[in-house]
């Protein structure tokens, strides 16, 4: 209830990076009804790609409840699947995603969502969060 949390992938590691979300994409895990960051638009609601990709169909399950949450990332295209509905799908490095990016809070961050690999964060905001079933499976590359 009220919680805020997210998933980030894609997340560079390097001394002069100062946290993850200054490269890395986030799946963001919200109370749409309860945290005040929801109500800065629905590009924050739960599924969404953070403050970019509103989500449109479904949504989250009732506060006490477990929600499903699938990334699927295959080179530049993302999908975000909220309990077994797509929710939002992007290409990663398209004129859409500059654009988006340039117009939002990440423009003065200038390795923000271009990294190819990377690594997984899971954020903390203070507010309760739980996960369970982690689960990453690699994809084969086309050809192989």
Known sequence: KNGNSGVFFHVAEAPDLPSTYTTGPEYQLIDNNGHPDARNGPDRHAGGNYALHPPVNGGPRPIGEWNQSRILVKGPHVEHWLNGVKVVDYELWSADWKARVEKSK?????RYGLEKTGHIALQDHGDEVAFRNLKI???AKPGS
Request: no cysteine.
């Open 106 to 110: 990440f423009k003065t961050m200038p």
């Open 137 to 139: 499976k690699v994809l």
